[in-house]
């Protein structure tokens, strides 16, 4: 059976994807930070595992924990970089203490740990694939979280830059660009505009995880294999790029 990682997948667009790839045959791989009850729990109803601890993946040393309890029992053949931090902070903010913490958190979390694990992936010298999670935000900026733009347009181009080394070598990597999607990460600023943030979105409503997941899946599919390098809008046709 082949074996997907995950990353941020007790809840969320994660979970979705766990979900929905254990129905396409993937043995998921479930990584979480904090919420581990969640985690088993999505694990033990999908066939796949987790890990008996969680991982800070802002830490490179829980990096390589995670790794190495990932490929304990075999080789990876699927990479889900999800897991990503959202923290609004004006860039002027007055704490310059405060202010460098926030985009290093956000540089760590957001790319510099997708970076490690995709690294250890190609390093296994097999083919496979790679999906890393950015944002829309990542095209088009955010007023008041230029760290967590910053961080997602690294990942998108890192997503394309490796596509075009590693091809090669059969590996192909993809990104999706979700908007507005019901998570927790997102749901606070949906509860203070949410009729604003639906007038926005021509399709009329915000994204589900599901409508993540539907694309992961069919990115992992052979029938993608002619798509490396490509990360696919996931936005009711609410930005264009």
Known sequence: MKRVLVTGASRGIGRAIVERL??????PL?????????????????????SDRGYDLAQPEDCEALWRWAVSDGPVDALVNNAGIYRAMPFDHADEEQFVENMQAHFWTNLRAPLLLARRFVQQQRP?????????????????????????????????????????????????APGWVETAMARPGMQERGEEIVAGIPLGRVGTPEDCAEVVSFLLKPEAEYLSGVVIDINGASYFH
């Open 22 to 27: 254990a129905r396409d045959g993937w043995l």
């Open 30 to 50: 479930v990584h979480y930070h904090r919420h581990s009850d969640a985690a088993r729990e999505v694990a033990q109803a999908c066939g796949g595992d987790t």
């Open 128 to 176: 496979g694939a790679v999906v890393n999670v950015a944002s829309r935000v990542g095209f088009k900026g955010e007023a008041g979280a230029s760290a967590y733009a910053a961080s997602k347009a690294a990942l998108i181009n890192l997503t394309r830059s490796l596509a075009v080394e590693l091809a090669p070598k059969g590996l192909r990597f993809f990104g999706i």
